[in-house]
């Protein structure tokens, strides 16, 4: 190997590199960010823990708004196929979240006796506001 050669090889040998220490610290991120997610969400109690999911799912409209902006300037097969399926992934997530939050709040109302079910019922026929 000459001189060129090795002067042309060593560039590109640093920045695999660096490169490499990036994925490694991107990986340390995603571990740790893991590790601590869990630990947060381990201790939320049982009856707040659905409403909280069903509400951070919805965030999930911030990366459906990304791939819908995305999806235009994308080139390529593979890209598209990405975002498309970026795109279901977060559309089913938002329905969903919005799904399970209204059953939670369905579980919460309060259900009316049976004689104020039958007279709510007759004032409702009346026309008169309940």
Known sequence: MDATAAATLLPIAAETAGSSMDLLTE??????A????????????NTLHTPLMSATNAIHGIVLLGGLLVIGR??????????????AFGTINIVGGFLVTDRMLEMFKRKPAKGEAAKSGERERAGVGV
């Open 27 to 32: 990986l340390t991120i995603l571990v740790l």
């Open 34 to 45: 893991a590790f601590v997610g869990f630990e947060v969400i381990s201790k939320v109690p």
């Open 74 to 87: 994308a080139d390529g097969l593979l890209d598209n196929v990405i975002l498309v399926i970026a795109i």
